[in-house]
Nanobody, 128 residues
Framework: QVQLVESGGGSVQAGGSLRLSCAAS????????VGWFRQVPGKEREGVAA?????NITYYDDSRFTISQDNAKKTVYLQMDTLKPMDTAMYYC????????????????????????WGRGTQVTVSS
């Protein structure tokens, strides 16, 4: 059974940092695409970053965020620096497996495809 468990959320002041973790199990990690998304109640879910595990290729739009992986631990991390109140949201990791091209991972990250598995989320709150 595929499982994704997020951790590392919390409350931080503006300018601070957090590192989120997404621990995966139940699928072949090496051929996965893993993404981080965030959502605020009443707003659409927003892609934050994604990583294509096989090629260690990363995608993100905001340079304050860095996605990385630890293959041995089957864990993907999201390092968030210089946090702002606007970053306050529930953060979710999502995964798709048996991915054999980096372009497919981009398609998942850009919501052209829907990730088949999602975690329950971890709350990040940034105060001013």
């Amino acid at each position: 059974q595929v499982q994704l468990v997020e951790s590392g959320g919390g409350s931080v002041q503006a300018g601070g940092s957090l590192r989120l973790s997404c621990a995966a199990s139940g699928y072949t990690f090496d051929s996965a695409c893993v993404g981080w998304f965030r959502q605020v109640p009443g707003k659409e879910r927003e892609g934050v970053a994604a990583i294509y595990i096989f090629g260690n290729i990363t995608y993100y739009d905001d340079s304050r965020f860095t996605i990385s992986q630890d293959n041995a631990k089957k864990t993907v991390y999201l390092q968030m620096d210089t946090l702002k109140p606007m970053d306050t949201a529930m953060y979710y990791c999502a995964a798709a497996w048996s991915i054999y091209s980096s372009s497919s991972c981009i398609d998942y990250f850009r919501n052209r495809y829907t990730f088949p598995k999602w975690g329950r989320g971890t709350q990040v709150t940034v105060s001013s």
